[in-house]
C-alpha cells in the first residue's frame, strides 16, 4: 500500500523549535518531489515547501523562507521539515505530500495524515 | 506569487442538485489545476488533476473544465458523501497556492 506517514509534532513555545518527519512506503521515494501542507485549526490549506526527489531543488512559501528548512533522507524513505523561530501563527496540522510533478503531473496524489504543531507559551 | 480565488466560499445544496465551483487565478497556468475534496479530520484527497483528468476511483459525478485563468469543478448529481470542502490548487510554479475553500453544505 502506498502510504505517508508524518510524525514529530507537539507542543513548543514561541521561539523554539521542531523538525517534522514523512515516512513514505509503498512507492520508490527517491522518484518523486515531496511537499509540505500546512493547515491552521478552522482554516484553508496553505503550501509550504517542497524538495526534489534527489534534493538538489528546495522551495519555500515567502512567510516559511528562513525559517523553515526542508530535507530528506532518501535511503530512509523520509522527509522532514525543521522549524526554527516558531510563532503562534505556525499552529497548524502539517501534512506531507507525494507531489507527482514531472512524473505523471497528477499534483499531490498521496497524503500523510498530518502531524499538528502548537506553538503557545 | 499567483494568487487563487474560489467562490463561492459556503454553498449550501440538496442531494441531487447539480453545484459548480468556480477557480480563478491570476495570471494564467495552462491547465496545472488540481481539485482536493477535504472531509472534516482527514487529509485532503485529490479528485482532478491538469484541470480535467478524473483521479482512479473517483465518481464520475465530478468533472473539471477550463484552462488558463478560469477553472470549474462541477458534481451533477450531489451524493449525502460529497458533502465536504473543496480546494483548487495551482501547480504550475513555485510557490505552489491554494484557493481559500468551498464548504459545500447540506440545504
Do not use: H
Not at chain 1, 39 to 52: C, H, N, R, T, Y
Not at chain 1, 86 to 91: F, I, V
Amino acid at each position: 500500500e502506498v502510504q505517508l506517514v508524518a510524525s514529530g509534532g507537539g507542543l513548543v513555545q514561541p521561539g523554539g523549535s521542531l523538525r517534522l518527519s514523512c515516512v513514505g512506503s509503498g512507492f520508490t521515494f527517491d522518484n518523486y518531489a515531496m511537499s509540505w501542507v500546512r493547515q491552521a485549526p478552522g482554516k484553508g490549506l496553505e503550501w509550504v515547501s517542497a524538495i526534489s526527489g534527489r534534493g538538489g531543488s528546495r522551495y519555500y512559501a515567502d512567510s516559511m523562507k528562513g525559517r523553515f528548512t526542508i530535507s530528506r533522507d532518501n535511503s530512509k524513505s523520509t522527509l522532514y521539515l525543521q522549524m526554527n523561530s516558531l510563532r503562534a501563527e505556525d499552529t497548524a496540522l502539517y501534512y506531507c505530500a507525494r507531489d507527482t510533478v514531472g512524473i505523471t503531473d497528477f499534483a499531490f496524489d498521496i497524503w500523510g495524515q498530518g502531524t499538528m504543531v502548537t506553538v503557545s507559551s | 506569487d499567483i494568487q487563487m480565488t474560489q467562490s463561492p466560499s459556503t454553498l449550501s445544496a440538496s442531494v441531487g442538485d447539480r453545484v459548480t465551483i468556480t477557480c480563478r487565478a491570476s495570471q494564467s497556468i495552462s491547465t496545472w489545476l488540481a481539485w482536493y475534496q477535504q472531509k472534516p479530520g482527514k487529509a485532503p484527497q485529490l479528485l482532478i488533476y491538469k484541470a480535467s483528468s478524473l483521479e482512479g476511483g473517483v465518481p464520475s459525478t465530478f468533472s473539471g473544465s477550463g484552462s488558463g485563468t478560469e477553472f470549474t469543478l462541477t458534481i451533477s448529481s450531489l451524493q449525502p458523501d460529497d458533502f465536504a470542502t473543496y480546494y483548487c490548487q495551482q501547480y504550475s510554479s513555485y510557490p505552489y497556492t491554494f484557493g481559500q475553500g468551498t464548504k459545500l453544505e447540506i440545504k
